[in-house]
Structures are given as structure tokens and as C-alpha cells.
């Protein structure tokens, strides 16, 4: 079985974003970019499945700048054996990218798609529920757990109330949550080997998929900020402002 | 405009997450429900009911009971030839269903939004809420997710829509249910709870986490939560996390717990009514935004404050 991987270049998390003065956006400016960590988990994920001989070969796959090569290139590291960068300067929606994707896993004919839920810029979590939908595939969300067997694959998903364990044909989209796995730094050699591997180029425009955006972004502002406010000096002081506020009374 | 709300429920009851979806929808038009279950007839009932919902639509198959989303997303992506606008809340049920609607409709999904500006204009949190995007939606047909903290509830009484039965075919019968392991509290949900008691890292195992906190929680009539941290490293289970990761919550009480207050935490419960944080250094990023708060050692002050409340 083949499997896709989905993975954007994004702020990297540790990151504290700023918001632009003229309210455009948030800025990125010599700001440290990485992995999405969630596409990192979709990345370490197939890795594991061909590592347990489930999956035979793992193509990822970023749409973004020509800086997205870095991603793939990380990825490669990781173990993925090759990789399509689909490149644009666009800031390219969800919807978009399910629709390049969509078009790639025809070409590919992969078994299994993996990608992060959110982004962690966006923070969408869309692109793999449009994916599976335009593909007509069904969908494992938010997984914690994936376990193909034959023609299918058992998915556990973290959802409000707990854990919900689904079913799914092959082939099937499923995104990560952040206790699927805990993905591995990319040695020294891997690194230099990753450099060889193979990176196609293309562009949107080869899957005849139009990028336009659907939303405009009007503005972008900074949230409302909360004001510090004081500090009790004991346990007998904060009970009584506990009764103040009518709790435990 | 009229629009198309996704009613969540556990094929007994509503949960409290489509009220607020109803209150946001209504903002937009007319609101219409959509139950998609089992022989769902009871949350059919209890739908009609809230105030502010015209019309309820039920879909019953024993493909719907569970809710998935390869046999929902065709179902409300019919419904939607004659609706403007599909709202669910932002539950892992919305969130794995409508963006699913959206690709069949070829909209671009809105995602989580905070508040509705107009007809298609909304804002919604990006990068972990650290910045609020004010978006205008170019496509015909919206489908949005609401965060369900930033809206009134609407009224579960009041209303008297009529119910209509709808075609519940066309699951692609690609997808089943296995299971649910849910997870059993005596407590109140951490979404709609108003007092949370939430621990961090600092309480060091997961014995010690919910024998200091478990007791507390019982004085105040509170649930637990737990930070990012303090679920990885085992002390909580994964559906007790705050965080844009894990829940967005906003209680009247928030009592944070050897938390630090990473940016991630924060942007799931900065909007309670009253933050309280009791940690031992008083450097730590969430006396910021705490209302009240307690320098010192949890060990110490946890179980004193459970005897004393």
C-alpha cells in the first residue's frame, strides 16, 4: 500500500506570532518556519506503517513557496521516500488543497492519506474531511490510533466524550491528533541522504486546480487582552473571595 | 436567508453545543435543524422546542445512529439545495462533518467563528487564537463552524417548529462504528461547566493529580481539566485537556493549578469570567491574565483550600 503525506510549511509553534501593524496579517518576517506538527505525526505515522510492513512506499506531499522544499526535505529525512512540491506564493485555502490533493492521489492511487488536522496558522481543520470527500473516501479524524487490516483500517478518534473507534474501506483520509505518535528527529545521515532523494516540481496549474481564495481577509487584529489582577496572600484570603463570587458557600 | 443547523446529540438528548450554533445561525436567517440519527424521535421533540428554530428536519437510518460523516455529509449537502447557509457547532462532531458539506457544496469552509459581522462577514481565531481574522466569504453558500463559548445559549424552551421527515439514504456504506469509550465522570462536562478546576505538570503523577484535585472538584461542584502537559505525561486522560488543542472552555470560574499558562492553554480558557491561579512561581505566564492569584506550593495549599471551602 502506498501512502500519501500532506505537509505545510508554517510558524514554527514555539514561535509567539505577531500581528502586523497595518492589520494585513500576522507577521512572518524572519520568523522561524518548520513542519506543521500535526503533519509531523502524519509523517512519523507512515513511517511506522512501512516500518511494520503495511505501507510499501510513502510519497509526501507540500503545497506552498519554493521554502516548502525545506519541509519535504524534512520529511524525506524522516523516511519518506519521495516527494511533490506543488509550488506556489499564494496563500492557498483548504478547499484548494483538498482539490490538488484530490487530483495527486489520482495519479498516485495511494491507499491511505494522512495529514495533520489543523494547521497551525490557520487552524482550518478542513483540508482532510474536503479531501475524503471529494475523493468519495471515507474519513478517520482526529486519530489516536491506525490499524490497517487487509482491506480496511481501524481508526480511533478522540472526540468530546472520549474515544470513538470507526471502521473505514480502503482507501481512506485520516488526519492526525497529537497522541498518535511522537515523531523522531531525522539523524545526521538521514539528513545527508534525504538530499538525493527524489523532489518533483509542479504547480497548480498542472492539476488544473484554480487557487483564487473564497475568503477575503478584511483585517487582522490582535485579541483582546486580559488585564493582570491581584495576588492573595494566603488560602483563609482566597476562600473569601471564593465566597464573594458565590462558590462553595 | 435561511439556514441549515446541525444538531448534535447522542440520540437521547441535544447537546448543549447546537444551542449556541442555533443562536449563531440566527443571526444569519431563518434557522432550520437537522437531527441525523436512529429513530432520534425524542431529540426531534426537544429541537422543536428551542426558541428561535422554524422548521426541524429528521433523518432516521441505522447508518445515521452514530453521526459519521460519510452518511451525514451527503444528507445535509441535499438539504442544502434549497438553505443559504450551514452552521455546526466547533464539536469534534461539526468539525469532522461540515467541512465535509462544504466540499460537496464547493464553498470554502468558515471555521470557528467568533462573531457574525454581517450576511458573509465573520471573525475567527488563527494561530491559536493569538491573532482574530475578520473574513469575508465570497462563496454563495456558507457553511460555518461556531465556536460555542463566544454565543449566548439559546433557549431550549419556547419554540414550536413542525418536524419533517427527510430521505436518509445515501451513505456510501464505507465507513462503520466500532465503539465508544467514554469517558465515565460524575462531574459536570468540562464545555458547559461553571467551575473548573484544571492541573498542571507540577502535580507530578496522575495518583497525586486526582487525589489533590478530585476532592476540590467534588467542594465546588467542578470539573477537571488539565493542561496540554500534564495529559501527555499521563496524569489526565487526553479528554481533560484545555487548549486549542484539546477544549475551548469559558466557565464563571476558572481555577488554574500548578498551570504555567503556555500559549496553547491560554487560548483555550482566556475567556472565563474569573481566572484563579495558584502556582509557585510567580513569574509564571498565567498570573497575566489571572484575576486572582496564589504564589505558592500546590502540595500545600490544594488540600487547605479543599478543608476550608
New interface residues.
Given amino acids: 500500500m502506498k501512502v500519501l503525506v500532506a505537509v505545510k510549511r508554517v510558524i514554527d509553534f514555539n514561535v509567539k506570532p505577531r500581528v502586523k501593524m497595518n492589520g494585513s496579517g500576522v507577521d512572518l518576517m524572519n520568523v522561524k518556519m518548520s513542519m506543521n506538527p500535526f503533519d509531523e505525526i502524519a509523517v512519523e505515522e507512515a513511517i511506522r506503517l512501512k516500518e511494520k510492513g503495511q505501507a510499501t512506499e510513502i510519497v509526501a506531499v507540500s503545497i506552498g513557496p519554493a521554502k516548502a522544499q525545506e519541509t519535504l526535505r524534512t520529511s524525506l529525512a524522516m523516511g519518506a521516500d519521495r516527494a511533490i512540491l506543488v509550488q506556489t506564493d499564494e496563500e492557498v485555502e483548504p478547499l484548494a488543497v483538498a482539490k490538488i490533493l484530490a487530483k495527486i492521489a489520482e495519479e498516485e492511487q495511494p491507499g491511505m492519506i494522512i495529514l495533520g488536522k489543523q494547521a497551525i496558522d490557520d487552524d482550518n481543520n478542513a483540508t482532510g474531511q474536503m479531501l475524503a470527500a471529494l475523493l468519495g473516501w471515507p474519513q478517520g479524524t482526529f486519530a489516536s490510533k491506525v490499524e490497517p487490516s487487509g482491506d480496511a483500517v481501524t481508526v480511533t478518534r478522540e472526540v468530546d466524550g472520549g474515544l470513538e473507534t470507526v471502521k473505514l474501506k480502503l482507501p481512506a483520509v485520516v488526519t492526525t491528533d497529537l497522541r498518535l505518535n511522537e515523531p523522531r528527529y531525522a539523524s545526521l545521515p538521514n539528513i545527508m541522504k534525504a538530499k538525493s532523494k527524489p523532489l518533483a516540481t509542479k504547480s497548480p496549474g498542472d492539476y488544473g486546480v484554480d487557487v483564487a481564495r473564497r475568503l477575503e481577509t478584511v483585517k487582522v487584529t490582535e485579541p483582546a487582552k486580559r488585564q493582570a489582577g491581584i495576588k492573595v496572600g494566603s488560602v483563609d484570603e482566597l476562600v473569601e473571595r471564593l465566597h464573594g463570587m458565590g462558590i462553595a458557600k | 436567508m435561511s439556514v441549515l443547523v446541525l444538531v448534535e446529540h ?1 440520540g437521547k438528548s441535544v447537546k448543549d453545543a447546537t444551542l449556541a450554533a442555533v443562536s449563531a445561525a440566527s443571526k444569519l436567517g431563518e434557522v432550520h435543524a437537522l437531527v441525523a440519527g436512529n429513530n432520534a424521535d425524542a431529540v426531534a421533540q426537544a429541537v422543536a422546542k428551542i426558541a428561535g428554530v422554524a422548521k426541524v428536519y429528521t433523518a432516521s437510518s441505522p447508518a445515521l445512529e ?1 453521526q ?3 452518511a451525514v ?1 451527503p444528507l445535509a449537502a441535499k438539504l442544502m439545495e434549497s438553505h443559504d447557509a450551514f452552521v455546526a457547532p466547533a ?3 461539526g ?10 457544496l ?7 467563528i467568533l462573531s457574525v459581522e454581517g450576511p458573509d ?1 465573520f471573525t ?16 454563495s453558500k456558507k457553511v460555518i463552524t461556531v465556536r460555542t463559548t463566544a454565543f449566548e445559549k439559546a433557549s431550549a424552551e419556547g419554540g414550536s417548529a413542525p418536524v419533517e421527515q427527510v430521505d436518509a439514504s445515501g451513505d ?1 456504506g ?10 465515565k465522570s460524575e462531574r459536570p462536562e468540562l ?1 458547559s461547566a461553571g ?1 473548573i478546576v484544571s492541573g498542571g505538570r507540577a502535580f507530578g503523577s496522575s495518583e497525586q493529580f486526582h487525589s489533590l484535585l478530585d476532592p476540590l472538584a467534588d ?3 467542578a470539573a477537571v481539566g488539565a493542561s ?1 502537559a500534564a ?2 505525561a499521563g496524569y489526565a486522560p ?2 481533560y485537556q484545555v487548549g ?2 484539546g ?1 475551548i472552555v469559558a466557565p ?2 476558572y481555577i488554574a493549578i500548578g498551570i504555567s499558562g503556555a ?1 496553547q492553554h491560554l487560548a483555550g480558557m ?1 475567556d472565563s469570567k ?3 491561579a495558584i502556582n509557585k512561581d ?1 513569574e509564571a505566564p498565567i ?9 505558592g506550593d500546590l502540595f500545600k ?1 490544594v488540600p ?2 479543599t478543608e ?2
Fill in positions: 447522542d452514530h459519521l460523516a460519510e455529509a464539536t469534534t462532531t468539525k469532522n462533518i461540515a467541512p465535509r458539506v462544504a466540499a460537496l464547493d464553498v470554502m469552509q468558515i471555521s470557528d462577514t475567527r481565531p488563527i494561530y491559536a487564537g493569538n491573532a482574530i481574522a475578520t473574513v469575508k466569504s465570497k462563496d456510501p464505507t465507513s462503520s462504528f466500532v465503539g465508544l469509550e467514554a469517558s464545555t467551575v467542594k465546588l461542584g496540554r495529559v501527555d487526553n479528554d486549542q488543542t477544549k464563571q470560574v500559549i482566556k474569573t481566572i484563579i510567580e498570573f497575566q491574565v489571572a484575576d486572582i492569584g496564589l504564589v495549599i487547605e483550600l476550608k471551602l
